[in-house]
């Protein structure tokens, strides 16, 4: 099978999204309950995240009249969100594209937003998926039915792991990529984590402990693997217009793009590239700029292969050279470039879907609120979520005022 | 009663038959089965039996508690009619299974259903022109 090659068609969608760049921005931003909320469930965790975020904008929930949101587990996850919430939105999107869909909401809401069909729009996510007593075990054998992938099942995959670990083994052998480079991904994102309080797991981290972790799928380790936490994140997206008027300092969306190439690890064209090369490539063709210009990367990091994937398919460095890009502390701090500056997937909080996470991580640097891991220099930052198993990509270019 | 591509496929393998689907239109291979081709879009799929040869496109070995089964493989295969699909190469430890390594197809059984299964194809052995 050969490189996915992208038609010149599906990167003219960047020009016809041009004149939405920076035509709206993240006014409000907040987590909640990262890490372990033991009696939280899935609604008071988004809820609480909720009444942050709206209140971090400086409005109220009556403010908000458009909603994008989505749920692992339940398929109608927007009516009980707007029933609990109390709004009444005109715009309301439910797109489920696994762990990028609070990247993927950017856009249409974007859309939304410039045609005057609302005026603010909540993205929002909670999951007690450590605390709750149906637990994953119980979702997975539910899945089955609801979602069936007879074609992998029968061979007893774990997933998602197995399916990185798939993939982390061709990138391997087609790139001499080695396990301690994947290790490197790991302790990078833990020595972030280790400057931010809210981060689930802050002890120190070498290679080595990386590397003699229990196996689970080889070549991935327990410690290649995301956390498994409970937590709520949303934002609130306005038009640039009126976010000049609201308290916080508005953070610009200038590009965001979703691709999808296929559900299946087994339907992946090719397990060393993803789809991430068509939604980066039209993400910065909208933002009109380029990885050179990114003051930093907030990856979907669930597995330590995806930080070296996305960092090539988004353009940080050519197809093959992940590895030796994260080597030597590359994207840890001090390093070439920040990446994960929260901790990640791998070290900060991940329940179920992180998208959410990196888009508030990559505000709070814009802003200038990150504490001890607050970057020098943060104006413009590429948010990177993943679903699935390396199914479904999306990209948002961020930017602060001054990148208008 | 109308079947689909899925219960046809699997309808195969329970009579211990490994077939893929071929487009009768632009005659490319679809594994896995579907109703449509996916190059295409033409809905004339035609059932063939698939050659079985194929090579290890990428392989992990799972781990498993000893008393579950221990560890066990489970890879992704190109089919020399150049479709992918994943299965467990069996026979050998599952570790010691390669990328690139030539395989063959037989139909095992799971849960009293067939199921595509392969082994490491020796240099001698030639393709026995289907798997079934």
């Not at chain 1, 061709?170 to 080695?178: K, P």
């Not at chain 1, 901790?343 to 998208?355: A, E, R």
Request: hydrophobic share 40%; charged share 15%.
């Amino acid at each position: 099978m050969s490189r996915p090659n992208i038609p010149t068609s599906r990167l003219d969608a960047a020009a016809v999204n041009r004149p939405l760049r920076g035509s709206a921005a993240i006014v409000g931003a907040a987590t909640y309950g990262c890490g372990e909320a033991p009696g939280m469930d899935d609604m008071a965790l988004l809820a609480r995240a909720a009444q942050a975020a709206v209140a971090d904008a400086g409005l109220t929930m009556q403010d908000i009249d458009g909603i994008a949101t989505c749920s692992v587990g339940a398929t109608m996850w927007a009516l009980p969100v707007i029933e609990h919430l109390g709004i009444n939105p005109t715009y309301v999107d439910s797109t489920m594209l696994g762990g990028s869909s609070f990247i993927a909401h950017l856009l249409p809401a974007m859309r939304a937003l410039e045609a005057g069909q609302c005026k603010a729009v909540l993205v929002c996510y909670g999951s007690a998926q450590r605390s709750a007593t149906f637990g994953r075990k119980e979702v997975q054998s539910v899945r089955r039915f609801l979602d069936p992938q007879p074609y992998e099942f029968p061979y007893e995959p774990v997933l998602p792991v197995t399916a990185y670990a798939l993939a982390a083994a061709r990138h391997m052998h087609e790139f001499g990529t080695t396990r301690e480079q994947l290790a490197e991904v790991a302790v990078a994102a833990r020595a972030w984590a280790q400057k931010n309080p809210e981060a689930f797991m802050r002890d120190p981290l070498s290679i080595d402990e990386v590397l003699a972790a229990r196996m689970i799928a080889s070549p991935l380790t327990v410690r290649d693997c995301c956390l498994v936490t409970d937590g709520g994140g949303a934002i609130v997206l306005t038009r640039a217009t009126q976010a000049r008027d609201l308290k916080q300092q508005p953070v610009y969306v200038l590009g965001n793009a979703t691709a999808v190439w296929h559900r299946q690890i087994s339907c992946m064209p090719d397990l060393t590239t993803t789809s991430a090369v068509q939604s980066g490539a039209q993400a910065f063709a909208m933002a009109g700029l380029k990885p050179a210009d990114m003051d930093m990367a907030q990856v979907y990091d669930a597995f330590t292969i995806n930080t070296i994937l996305f960092l090539e398919d988004l353009g940080f460095c050519a197809k093959g050279e992940g590895g030796a890009f994260v080597q030597g502390g590359g994207i840890a701090p001090g390093g070439r470039l920040a990446v994960n500056t929260n901790g990640g997937g791998l070290s900060c909080v991940h329940p179920g879907m992180y998208g959410i996470f990196a888009l508030i991580e990559a505000v709070r640097q814009l802003r200038g609120e990150a504490g001890a891991r607050q970057l020098p220099r943060a104006r413009t930052a590429v948010v990177h979520g993943n679903g699935g198993t390396l199914s479904s990509q999306a990209t948002a270019i961020l930017g602060t005022a001054e990148t208008l | 009663m109308h079947m689909t591509a899925q219960t046809h496929y699997q309808a195969e393998l329970d009579a211990g038959r490994f077939r893929i689907q071929q487009c009768g239109a632009c005659s490319r291979h679809i594994f896995p089965p579907r109703e449509l081709c996916p190059h295409c879009g033409a809905g004339a799929l035609r059932w063939t039996p698939a050659r079985g040869t194929g090579a290890v496109y990428s392989t992990s070995t799972v781990s498993r508690k000893p008393d579950a089964g221990g560890n066990y493989n489970v890879a992704l295969i190109d089919l020399d009619e150049g479709v992918r699909m994943m299965s467990r190469v069996e026979g050998v430890p599952p570790e010691s299974v390669q990328i690139g390594q030539r395989v063959h197809a037989y139909v095992g059984s799971k849960d009293g259903r067939g199921l595509v299964l392969f082994a490491p194809l020796r240099e001698a052995q030639q393709p026995t022109g289907g798997a079934a």
